[in-house]
């Protein structure tokens, strides 16, 4: 049983930086792909950015292109999301998820590992 657990979330002004880790143990990390899922208030939980095992494919949704890098340390068993240029439709509870299938992870939201959430908050 694999467990996630997300930190780095916080308060920002729009325009600002924040990065975000998750921790994984309990299972193989280096073979897992892994992504970054959001819910917004009111909102329906939405795929972020995705990388395969080895991270040489990442993926993002179209709304933080250019603005978010995902990467992924498997000597630390930790993936990152780096934020940048955050605005206030960026504010979520952010998601760390893991899955076997890199693939899933892009076309649905529905992975087989899920951290607990970190709130990121930006304000205008």
């Known amino acids: 049983q694999v467990q996630l657990v997300e930190s780095g979330g916080g308060l920002v002004q729009a325009g600002g930086s924040l990065r975000l880790s998750c921790a994984a143990s309990?299972?193989?990390?280096?073979?897992?792909?892994m992504g970054w899922f959001r819910q917004a208030p009111g909102k329906e939980r939405e795929f972020v950015s995705a990388i395969n095992w080895n991270g040489a494919l990442t993926a993002y949704v179209d709304s933080v292109k250019a603005r978010f890098t995902i990467s992924k340390d498997n000597a630390k068993n930790t993936v990152y999301l780096q934020m940048n240029s955050l605005k206030p439709e960026d504010t979520a509870v952010y998601y760390c998820?893991?899955?076997?299938?890199?693939?899933?992870?892009?076309?649905?939201?529905?992975?087989?590992?899920w951290g607990q959430g970190t709130q990121v908050t930006v304000s205008s």
């Open positions: 309990g299972g193989t990390f280096s073979s897992y792909a």
């Open positions: 998820a893991g899955d076997r299938n890199y693939r899933k992870m892009l076309v649905t939201t529905t992975p087989d590992y």
